[in-house]
C-alpha cells in the first residue's frame, strides 16, 4: 500500500510565474490538506478538501487556491509567485475530517522562486 | 486563530539521557494534540499524540503529558538514541471549525553518541 505521494519533486520558478502542484492521497482517503513549510519552520496551513469541496482555508492570499478531483487527488495553485513562496510544500491525507483523523505526510515539493 | 509555541528551538542531549520538548497552545477548544518527528529531507511523521481527556500517554520511550488547565503539553523521550536526532513538531486541532493542525515552530534534538 503506498502512502501519499506528490509531484513535482522540486520546482524552479522565477517571480511572476504560476505554479501547480498534484498530490494523491492514500487509497481510501477523501480528505486532503495542504501545508506551506518555510524553512525552520513548522508547516503552516492552506487548504483542506474533503470530498471534493474546501472545507478549510489558512490565513494566504487569493494567489493560492486548490481543487479536489473526483478520485481524490489534490492540485494547489499559486499565481505570480513571489520570493516568499519558496517553501516546501506538503500534501497531507486522512479518512475523514474528524479531528483524531490521523494525517497523513507527503513527501512534498521543494519549490524555488528566484 | 490557534498559536502553538515550542520550547527549545534545539536541545542536544548526551545518548542514554532523557529529552523534554514543551508547547503551549492559545485556544482552549483545542483538543487533540499530535506529535510529528521529521528527519532531515523526509515527511513529517506521528509518533505519538493525546487526547484531552486524557493526561498522559506512553508508547514505549515516548510520553506525552497534557495540562489542559495550564495549556501545555510536552514529549519526552527517555534512553535517547542517535536515531531520535530529528526536528520534532507539536501541534494542537480544534473540535469545530476547519480542524486544521496548528504546529509549533519546531525542536531540533541532537543526540550525542
Known amino acids: ?114 | 486563530g490557534e498559536n502553538v509555541e515550542q520550547h527549545p528551538s534545539t536541545l542536544s542531549v548526551q545518548e542514554g539521557d532523557s529529552a523534554v520538548i514543551k508547547c503551549t497552545y492559545s485556544d482552549s477548544a483545542s483538543n487533540y494534540f499530535p506529535w510529528y518527528k521529521q528527519e532531515l529531507g523526509k515527511r513529517p511523521q506521528l509518533i505519538i499524540d493525546i487526547r484531552s481527556n486524557v493526561g498522559e500517554k506512553k508508547d514505549q520511550r515516548i510520553a506525552v503529558t497534557l495540562n489542559k488547565t495550564a495549556k501545555h503539553f510536552s514529549l519526552h523521550i527517555t534512553e535517547t538514541q542517535p536515531e531520535d536526532s530529528a526536528v520534532y513538531f507539536c501541534a494542537a486541532r480544534m473540535d469545530t471549525g476547519r480542524r486544521a493542525l496548528t504546529f509549533g515552530s519546531g525542536t531540533r534534538l541532537q543526540v550525542q553518541p
Open chain 1, 1 to 114: 500500500d503506498t502512502g501519499v505521494t506528490q509531484s513535482p519533486t522540486h520546482l524552479i520558478k522565477t517571480r511572476g510565474q504560476q505554479v501547480t502542484l498534484r498530490c494523491s492521497p492514500i487509497s481510501g482517503h477523501k480528505s486532503v490538506s495542504w501545508y506551506q513549510q518555510v524553512l525552520g519552520q513548522g508547516p503552516q496551513f492552506i487548504f483542506q478538501y474533503y470530498e471534493k469541496e474546501e472545507r478549510g482555508r489558512g490565513n494566504f492570499p487569493d494567489r493560492f487556491s486548490a481543487r479536489q478531483f473526483p478520485n481524490y487527488s489534490s492540485e494547489l495553485n499559486v499565481n505570480a509567485l513571489l520570493l516568499g513562496d519558496s517553501a516546501l510544500y506538503l500534501c497531507a491525507s486522512s479518512f475523514r475530517t474528524g479531528q483524531y483523523n490521523e494525517q497523513f505526510f507527503g513527501p512534498g515539493t521543494r519549490l524555488t522562486v528566484l
